[in-house]
């Protein structure tokens, strides 16, 4: 690497800032990869690794939380970590490190692990695991294929650790959200369809065109960025039917692939926002505001309904409910265009999704997958999951509690919870079981089983539920038996090329859909139609057909892969 020329192209203090130097990195020139044996010496003998992890983390404390020293304790290791800060998914930051040619020693990458894979930044797994990681191999048993990078390299490059394998969904935290107070004040109405969704919002706004001397917003989205997928353009898939792989529709008989926007059904779900909108029901700033604008705007409790997944706004949902404020959260609604289709949501996906990697820049990669190793045992897994025993939960009658007092910190002080026991921090650093799966003391290695779910809820919450016959959220979802695994897996986490033709194609439609859907929206009703034909002709003239030829080819390749399937 010519660190001359990088230094030429990114400038010399941005390269120093990509400089991850501690005990336990090197260059990247040396063959760690060879390296199968290291020099691991003891095992809990004090080591320091760097990583990067390409999600943010705001309650990370350096591993001085509860969990962190007893990880430290057990294995020895202490992460010198840093974490995606700007909500880009790391795509910047392992840009530059793969042009610098400087990585930590261990990675969690997302979708930008393609980036790594071209540069020849990560290890081969396959023999550390087979060597020293018994623990990984147990969990993954019947799964090993669906580690593998593609079916043209079988290389295992990350172990997925954002999933958890024998999986049960017990709960939904997706669909469209309803505050509590609207529903009760409305007499829990019916809520299945966007016009359903609709007629609520447009109800309770005009009783309450204020909140709290505030106005009242009916709707509001986040199109910052990337977010713009979650919140805006996923919805056109979810809500006629799709099955939520990311731009693509994928025929499950053919599996062919387009651009899910093509759909036809999908430009009525534009139409409904481009109604809203019109109608004054859409927040007029969805499409200007920044991240921190749109939670501020719901963490004030004015925003009476969302098109998200819990995940996305639970910042603002947390410090609702530290305020106090259960009645001005969300509950959870399988909403879609109209009643012939059905919400994916609980579809299962099998074992796959993002997952850690070791660099070439380990000095030591025999004790890095060591620590993986660990965390993925049945200890490793109940102390990420649980915390420390006597603390934040205790044994009663041979079964895993968690004291009232720390369940109410959990729920409504789940920053502090986090930054001080380190209940959570941890689950991207070794493989783990699902929901709903039990260790050999009979106990759930996760706490999100019926029961705990359910003492979580709030009584907003508990009251919204009773009233629509429910136990959790996902009682209102259609069942997972109602689906198909998809044999293609998560398609989030499926490679695709990371240069020549593909991307600039797949780059050029990007920048067409965050353009085009929102200028659809924001049109007035006789402007939308040809601006949304016009939008897909501008897609098809940017080259997305040949784009998704190929993307169909990816596709059949990996449900191959995966189900040993003969797919033409």
């Known amino acids: 690497m010519n660190h001359n020329k990088v230094s030429k192209k990114l400038g010399a203090a941005l390269l120093a800032g990509l400089l991850l130097v501690s005990a336990g990195c090197s260059n990247s020139g040396n063959n760690a990869a060879d390296n199968t044996n290291g020099n691991s010496g003891n095992d809990t003998e004090p080591v320091t690794f760097t990583f990067f992890g390409a999600d943010a983390s705001p309650n990370w404390n350096n591993m001085q939380d509860d969990v962190g020293k007893e990880i430290i304790a057990k294995t020895g290791v202490t992460l010198q970590a840093e974490f995606d800060v700007g909500g880009g998914g790391g795509q910047d930051r392992i840009a530059m490190m793969a042009a610098s040619g400087e990585y930590p020693d261990i ?100 009783k309450h065109p204020t909140t709290d001397g505030q106005p009242t917003i009916p709707m509001t989205l986040n199109a910052d960025g990337w977010k713009i997928m979650i919140t805006v353009t996923n919805q056109g898939d979810i809500t006629t039917g799709g099955a939520n792989d990311g731009e693509y529709y994928v025929n499950p008989e053919t599996y062919e692939t387009m651009l899910h ?83 994916h949501a609980m579809q299962a996906v099998g074992v796959d999704g993002y997952g850690i990697s070791i660099t070439t820049a380990c000095k030591d990669p025999v004790r890095a997958i060591k620590f ?44 502090n919870f986090a930054k001080n026991t380190g209940v959570g921090l941890y689950s991207i650093f070794g493989v783990r079981y699902g929901d709903g799966v039990k260790d050999s003391t009979d106990n759930y290695y996760t706490t999100n089983f019926p029961e705990q779910i359910q003492a979580e809820y709030s ?35 499926m490679p695709v090329p990371t240069d020549g033709e593909y991307q600039v194609i797949y780059q050029k ?25 016009d939008f897909i002709a501008e897609l098809n003239k940017a080259g997305a057909e040949k784009m998704e030829k190929e993307y169909t080819e990816l596709v059949k390749a990996r449900v191959s892969l995966f189900t040993g399937k003969d797919v033409k």
């Open 107 to 206: 990675i969690f990458a997302k979708g930008e692990i393609g980036k790594l894979v071209d540069a020849e930044a990560l290890i081969d797994l396959t023999d550390l695991i087979d060597k020293h990681a018994p623990n990984i191999k147990k969990v993954m048993e019947g799964n090993m294929n669906r580690m593998k990078y593609s079916k043209d390299n079988e290389a295992i490059y990350s172990i997925p650790t954002n999933v958890g394998v024998g999986e049960q969904k017990f709960d939904a935290t997706n669909g469209f959200q309803i505050q509590h107070r609207v529903l009760k004040e409305l007499g829990y109405p019916e809520v299945r369809t966007v016009k359903d969704f609709e007629n609520v919002l447009k109800e309770y706004y005009a």
């Open 261 to 343: 926007y093509k759909k036809p059904e999908e430009k009525e779900y534009f139409r409904w926002l481009n109604h809203m909108y019109n109608e004054g029901l859409l927040d007029k700033d969805s499409f200007v505001q920044k991240d921190d604008q749109y939670k501020a705007k719901i963490s004030s409790g004015r925003v009476l309904g969302l098109s998200s997944v819990e995940w996305e706004y639970q910042d603002a949902e947390n410090a609702l409910k530290s305020a106090g404020k259960d009645e001005y959260t969300y509950a959870h609604f399988p909403v879609t265009l109209s009643e012939e289709y059905k919400d």
């Open 372 to 415: 993986i190793d660990w965390l993925s045992s049945e200890e490793g897994q109940v102390l990420r999951n649980w915390g420390i025993e006597g603390k934040t939960y205790n044994v009663e009658n041979g079964k895993r509690v968690m004291p009232a007092d720390i369940l109410d910190q959990k729920v409504n002080d789940a920053g």
């Open 459 to 493: 009584e907003a919450e508990k009251e919204s539920l009773a009233a629509y016959n429910a136990t959790t959220w996902k009682d209102l979802f259609p069942a997972e038996d109602e689906f198909p695994v998809k044999e293609w897996g998560a398609l989030y986490n």
């Open 509 to 533: 439609t990007q920048d067409i859909v965050q353009k085009r859907i929102p200028e659809a929206i924001l049109s007035s009703p006789d402007k939308f139609d040809k601006i949304y034909d």
